[in-house]
Every structure is written in structure tokens, then in C-alpha cells.
């Protein structure tokens, strides 16, 4: 069994070294050869972690050929979404490095088992790999987890196939020994068990079996159609084509809204850079308009908008998940 446990600036200590010494102890136990290494997508250089900008060294570089277990971390810091150094900003720094690449050829890779713990899930979800994929992530980061059209699950550790995740920080414990009896067999797991005097918590979720019954009201999505002579008059106010500004918090977009009306109804496009992409469920209540979209810059999510007009200007915020309100800003171009 070959484990690799990646290591990037800003990583949770936790989320690395507990599922390293699970592994490491598994070959104690092990008949057959494990290796357990802290990687790193640079290759080897000294990585500083979020917890008090303490230091592992990765080994070498994150080889996707070899096969085996990789393991993402998550991140350490601020939880203020407000703070320019808060985790979802370190999960998105890390995107931004070779490692997107690396992950993304990891993910397609039959060879492989990717594994994640805590925020670990968010930076494969912020690259686009997690969409219509069973996961979970810390319960801070669950909502953003579904923004990214991930099928967030809350359970201590979920089992899509392929791909394995694990909740909260100490879930890596849980996680490690999962794949511990996975790979080498439920013995080798209860051995580390009796070892670290340490026994998983809850149950393994799997998309297996009968599901609960639920009991859940249906609402309507359809947008109302607009009746008042008001309601047609904001409707109005709306339409256009508005060059607009988004303010995120690694750096400015630019959007070009595209507003009409069909049937009594608002729709809308919004282009950016080649990509052009439909509002869904825009609605109007009085003078603000609400909708959702999916946008892959500067990251996968699914973005909330709500907007006002005054004149020919417009303004209003972009939210997704726990990520911080970005503000949007613009005017009507015709």
C-alpha cells in the first residue's frame, strides 16, 4: 500500500500527521509492504502549515503515476470570512498551484484512491471534481461544499467508490482507519485501534441500501409572473445589458449581465470572458432581483446574487457558501 498525504502553505497539522501515524502504525502490522510520505506538488522544500506557521518537509513530489492513496488535507487559520488570510482563501491559494493539475489527473486515474479530510474536499470541489460526487467536509464548510454541486452528506466519513472524505479535523483518525481495514483487512485496523486506544466513531456512509423515508414540501421554484402595473415597472427598470464589476476576495471580475423579459417574467445571461451562462430562478420582489448561476471563475460554485437598481447603476453582493459576500457593481451599457 502506497499512501502519499499532501502537503500545501497554509495546511491543517492535524488533518496530515493523525492520518500519518495511522498509516505508519498499519505497517507495523502489515505482511505487505507500506509506505507512508508527505509530498508536496513543488517536490521536496520545508512547507509552513496554518498553525502557527509551523514546518513539515514534503520528501519529494507528488507522483500521480505510481498509484496508491493520495490524501488531502484541509486547512488551518481564520475562520473570519472577512479576513484576506481565512481558510477558504488558502484552499483557494492552493488551487491556484500545480496542485489543480496534479489533482485533476489523480482524480482520472484508476489507479488511485483520493482521499480527503476536513477541507481537503473543498479544494477538489473548487476545481471542479467533486460535482454530483458524495462528500463531506467540515460543518463550516458544508455549504459551500454544495455551492460547488457536490452532494454533501453529513457523516464522519463517506465512501464514493473512488473517493473517500472525512468531515471535521479529527475525522482523519476515522478516515485512515477506514482505509486501513479497506486496503489491508479489518484486523490490521483493529490492531492500530487497540494501539492508539482509539475506536472510529459513526457509521461509513455509502450510496448502498434502502434510503430513510423523508417527509419534505415541495415548493414551487417557478418564478411568479409579474401582474401589478409596479411589478412591470421594476421589471422594466431591470432590463438591459449592464457591464458589471464582482469584487471577490483574490480579485475583480468582469460581467456583462444580460436582462429581458419573456411572459410577464425576468431572464437573464451573465458572460464572462467566453463563458456565457443562464440565470436560474431569477425573481423579482419589489426593487431587488434574486438569482443563482454556476460559474467556473474563479472557481466551481454555485453563486446567489441580489441586486438593486437606481437609474442606470447597479448594485448588490454574490455569496457562496462560507466564502465572503462579494460585492457587485456596474451600469446599464444599452
Known amino acids: 500500500m502506497h499512501v502519499q498525504i499532501i502537503l500545501f502553505d497554509g495546511f491543517d497539522l492535524l488533518d496530515a500527521i493523525a492520518p500519518y501515524e495511522v498509516f505508519t502504525a498499519a505497517a507495523m502490522y502489515a505482511k505487505e509492504e507500506v509506505t507512508v510520505k508527505l509530498v508536496s506538488a513543488e517536490g521536496e522544500r520545508m512547507v509552513t502549515s496554518g498553525v502557527k506557521q509551523l514546518k513539515l518537509r514534503a520528501s519529494e513530489k507528488l507522483v500521480i503515476q505510481s498509484g496508491g492513496i493520495i490524501l488531502v488535507p484541509g486547512a488551518s487559520g481564520s475562520v473570519d470570512a472577512n479576513d484576506p488570510d481565512a481558510i477558504p482563501v488558502k484552499l483557494q491559494r492552493a488551487t491556484e498551484t500545480e496542485l489543480s493539475d496534479l489533482l485533476t489527473e489523480a482524480f482520472h486515474n484508476p489507479d488511485i484512491l483520493l482521499s480527503t479530510v476536513c477541507g481537503g474536499s473543498l479544494i477538489l470541489a473548487m476545481i471542479g471534481l467533486l460535482e454530483g460526487r458524495y462528500a463531506v467536509s467540515h ?16 457523516a464522519r466519513v463517506v465512501d464514493d467508490g473512488d473517493l473517500i472524505t472525512g468531515g471535521g479535523v479529527t475525522s482523519g483518525l476515522d478516515l485512515a482507519l477506514y482505509l ?145 459576500s462579494s460585492k457587485l457593481s456596474g451600469h446599464r451599457i444599452s
Do not use: C
Open 180 to 324: 486501513v481495514e479497506r486496503e489491508l483487512g479489518p484486523r490490521i485496523a483493529h490492531a492500530v485501534e487497540q494501539l492508539f486506544e482509539y475506536e472510529r466513531r459513526g457509521t461509513i456512509w455509502r450510496a448502498e441500501g434502502n434510503a430513510p423515508n423523508e417527509s419534505q414540501k415541495e415548493d414551487s421554484l417557478e418564478a411568479p409572473i409579474l401582474e401589478s402595473s409596479n411589478q412591470i415597472n421594476e421589471l422594466i427598470d431591470f432590463q438591459g445589458v449592464w457591464d458589471t464589476t464582482i469584487a471577490t476576495p483574490i480579485g475583480k471580475l468582469s460581467v456583462l449581465l444580460y436582462l429581458s423579459a419573456e411572459n410577464g417574467r425576468i431572464v437573464g445571461t451573465a458572460r464572462q470572458g467566453k463563458e456565457l451562462v443562464t440565470f436560474d430562478n431569477p425573481v423579482l420582489e419589489g426593487n431587488t432581483l434574486k438569482w443563482t448561476m454556476k460559474v467556473t471563475k474563479p472557481m466551481h460554485l454555485t453563486l446567489k446574487f441580489t441586486v438593486t437598481v437606481d437609474g442606470n447603476e447597479m448594485h448588490g453582493v454574490a455569496k457562496a457558501g462560507m466564502l465572503p
Open 139 to 154: 460543518h463550516m464548510g458544508m455549504d459551500l461544499l454544495s455551492t460547488t454541486g457536490a452532494n454533501a452528506i453529513h
